[in-house]
């Protein structure tokens, strides 16, 4: 979650009626067929007439070779740097070249020019990493630390991008990153992705509206939409195609105002010269599609993780045309027009049937291109995707492929497999929203260099796709930084420069801490994860317990005592910088990944002792292990971006009644815990998949589930019995159902709390 955006019960996050004019206007368009008032009983609000319909005006989604207005610019570096904006003066020039900034100027004024709002921003956070040492992390920063008087650049400094698409947020990102997150939270994640140089940004919230309006036309009523379209947590996985219905009903209410953010977002993205990246449409039906609409055919699409997948038109008949041209005028009316858009048929298992692949994929981009002459069509590289008969059928010279997996495996060769279609390296280190730390930094800087210079080198760009943002900000940092940096990256001086801005000067203990962390958790190799381990006191237990979700590492990337090591330093870094929140974040992420990795070595021990029959030193043991997640829920609780309480209030903000509420409530948390409902948690085994150490969720959740265990086996023990037998599912169903409250801003001293973590942990030496 950006820095700053916790989330407090209040009015909802964002009306139609708060809008600028010059953004969204509210005009009176007759009701789509079979639309009604919002559903689910909730009346419409007195700013909203049920009728009534979000527009925008039609934007280019890329700035042309013109002069352009650096106002939005200007207004997101005083977002940024609310001492310091006054000393930068912006400069357009767009006669430099595409994605080129220069920086110059002497203390105290800073000049900034560049090709695009954006850039500007780049050129920015390259002075402020560069020049004046601090940091702007995601999350945390250092500005604090920023003198007065910001420093001289010794001398002009260019840059142009290395590639020309800088993509960012995986399909999954609005759903584990918060579904239910303001505009202002948005706008800071915009600000953040600009000032470390993306281009390119995924836009889904208020994704469902233009299905919503254009299927009222073939057949189906406001209220059959409704149940068809899932809760906002659980959005993302609806528009990849794997499910629908879960978490809803939604309500038109809703549907009007996410969307209305969206657009929002999207035009604000437009200012900056930045590329709104808006979801295509490539066949995704509710059920019943080809009885309702005489000559269509469709495709079922089996079974995802235990869902239904919706139905699958056939994109080469009139009917798939004729839908798509409503879709996308649909969406143009709420999110205007873009140059990009993000489609993936067929994700992980799609049924093909008796479609031709080939066929469907160049009628998907013959639709897109009807409404949006020669837009790109950004395609995720995952799996077996996008496969050769896909390829076959489109013009790649308009495909952008977003790779998943460049730094996962080994003996990787893209041009090979795509046949020379544009992709972007990728990185997903992040899987459900994990607060695990750790990255294969080595493998990006390994690669990067040499793909971009093959003779036949087909690398067009980085794509910044971790399932969650806001984890994880060293790699953040280096990973937008290929696109920058000239030269080869050097991994151990980079990370020596990190510590000393990210904490607003250099000291020999920030520097050790995260050298420690460089050759730990950053430095994982390839050849079957990009991510790290996560938490074994959120794994469901069982003495055997490996990892928390199914579809993650099971054993340790990197030696332990590396994070134990880097929390005893971060302890000593100077009690001056131990104030900036950067600090506070990266102590906190520390001590928490120290007692999680400390549970990899306990459980083992409360599983001998047990096994030995051994119940003193089985009581001794599974008490320590609730002591230590007692301070894991304390240390998380003194974080504001470790707060279950923060997500549950953005939630409950949206909804108009407590019905609504409650249900957006359960939306958000069935996320966290069961995923979906038992099938999906158990045959699809996707309970977990989300976890994260966040304070509230491992006091209520995970404690108390371990806590069950472990009585389970003591009573075992003493009664020399077989353990009784425990329903997780239900267990963690009901959890899911639950509307306890939990605090939504944090308490107690990070500092303390981390450094009795470090007092009750044994040295890295023992672990």
């Given at each position: ?6 989330r ?6 964002l ?10 206007a ?40 013109r ?77 604090d630390l ?31 990153s ?29 994704a ?70 808006l ?28 869902f ?8 080469a008949s009139?009917?798939f ?89 080994n003996?990787l060769d ?23 730390i ?83 958790p ?5 050849g ?7 938490s ?23 030696p ?16 001056e ?15 928490r ?13 409360i ?14 043991l ?9 301070k894991?829920?304390?240390v998380?609780?003194?974080d ?18 407590r019905?609504?509420q ?6 958000t ?15 699809g ?38 353990p ?12 899911a159902?639950?509307t ?9 001293d ?18």
């Amino acid at each position: 979650m950006p820095r700053g955006g916790r989330r407090l019960p209040g009015p909802r996050p964002l009306t139609l009626a708060a809008l600028p004019a010059a953004l969204l206007a509210l005009i009176s368009a007759g009701p789509a067929p079979g639309a009604t008032a919002p559903g689910a009983g909730a009346p419409a609000p007195a700013h909203v007439r049920p009728d009534a319909r979000v527009t925008v005006p039609a934007r280019a989604g890329a700035p042309g070779k013109r002069s352009f207005d650096t106002a939005p610019a200007r207004a997101a570096l005083e977002r940024l740097l609310p001492r310091h904006h006054g000393q930068f003066t912006l400069v357009p020039d767009t006669a430099a070249g595409a994605d080129t900034f220069t920086v110059s100027g002497t203390a105290g004024a800073i000049t900034v020019r560049g090709s695009t709002g954006a850039t500007l921003l780049t050129g920015v956070g390259w002075y402020l990493q560069h020049v004046a040492g601090a940091d702007i992390g995601w999350p945390g920063d250092s500005i604090d630390l920023l003198p007065a008087r910001l420093p001289a650049v010794p001398a002009p400094v260019t840059r142009g991008a290395q590639v020309p698409h800088r993509y960012a947020l995986n399909d999954t990102d609005d759903g584990y990153s918060g579904p239910y997150r303001t505009f202002e939270e948005h706008q800071r994640q915009i600000d953040l992705l600009a000032l470390h140089g993306i281009n390119e940004v995924f836009v889904q919230v208020g994704a469902e509206y233009p299905y919503y309006r254009a299927l009222q036309d073939f057949g189906y009523s406001a209220e059959e939409l409704r149940q068809w379209i899932p809760g906002p947590a659980h959005q993302s996985w609806w528009l990849l195609q794997n499910l629908s219905g879960f978490g809803g009903p939604v309500t038109e209410r809703l549907m009007r105002e996410r969307a209305a953010l969206g657009g929002r977002i999207a035009e604000q993205l437009r200012g900056l010269g930045m590329t709104p990246v808006l979801p295509g449409y490539f066949g995704t039906v509710p059920p019943e599609f080809a009885a309702r609409n005489p000559g269509a055919a469709t495709v079922a699409q089996g079974d995802w993780a235990g869902f239904d997948r919706p139905d699958w038109l056939d994109p080469a008949s009139p009917a798939f045309r004729k839908l798509a041209a409503a879709y996308y005028a649909e969406q143009r009316a709420v999110f205007g027009d873009s140059s990009m858009y993000r489609m993936s048929p067929l994700h992980e298992g799609g049924q093909t049937g008796s479609v031709d692949v080939g066929a469907a994929a160049g009628a998907i981009q013959e639709a897109l291109h009807a409404a949006h002459p020669g837009a790109l069509w950004a395609v995720l590289g995952w799996q077996d995707d996008p496969t050769p008969e896909l390829l076959a059928g489109v013009d790649t010279s308009r495909l952008l492929i977003l790779d998943g997996l460049s730094d996962r495996y080994n003996r990787l060769d893209r041009e090979a497999r795509w046949g020379g279609a544009p992709y972007a390296m990728g990185t997903i280190y992040n899987f459900g929203g994990h607060t695990t730390i750790g990255a294969n930094t080595s493998v990006w800087l390994e690669r990067f260099g040499p793909w971009r210079a093959k003779d036949d080198s087909a690398l067009a760009g980085i794509a910044y796709l971790p399932e969650a943002t806001g984890t994880n900000p060293a790699a953040f940092d280096l990973f937008t930084d290929l696109a920058w940096e000239p030269g080869v990256i050097d991994q151990r001086q980079w990370f020596a420069d990190f510590a000393a801005r990210r904490y607003g000067r250099p000291d020999a203990a920030a520097a050790a801490a995260w050298e420690e962390l460089r050759k730990g958790p950053y430095s994982t190799s390839s050849g079957l994860w990009s991510e790290s381990q996560d938490s074994l006191f959120t794994a469901r237990p069982a003495l055997t317990a490996a990892g928390a979700a199914y579809w993650s590492p099971k054993s340790m990337r990197y030696p332990a005592g590396s994070v134990r090591r880097a929390l005893d330093q971060l302890l000593k870094v100077a009690p001056e910088l131990r104030g900036s929140s950067a600090y506070l974040f990266d102590l906190v992420d520390t001590a928490r990944q120290a007692l999680a990795n400390h549970s990899r070595v306990l459980l083992p021990r409360i599983k001998a002792a047990y096994e030995a029959k051994d119940l003193p030193l089985f009581r001794r043991l599974t008490a320590e292990w609730r002591e230590d997640e007692a301070k894991l829920d304390a240390v998380t609780g003194s974080d504001p971006n470790f707060l279950l309480g923060s997500r549950l209030a953005g939630a409950r903000a949206w909804g108009a009644d407590r019905a609504e509420q409650d249900r957006y409530e359960y939306d958000t948390r069935s996320l966290l815990s069961v995923w979906g409902r038992r099938s999906t948690s158990e045959g699809g085994f996707l309970h977990d998949y989300a976890n994260r150490e966040w304070s509230g969720l491992v006091s209520e959740l995970y404690a108390r589930r371990w806590a069950l265990y472990f009585d389970s086996l003591e009573e075992a023990l003493v009664r020399r019995t077989a353990p009784r037998a425990i329903d997780w599912p239900a267990f963690e169903e009901e959890w899911a159902g639950r509307t306890t409250r939990h605090p939504d801003r944090p308490s107690g001293d990070p500092y303390r709390l981390a450094a009795a973590v470090a007092a009750a942990l044994p040295p890295a030496s023992a672990g």
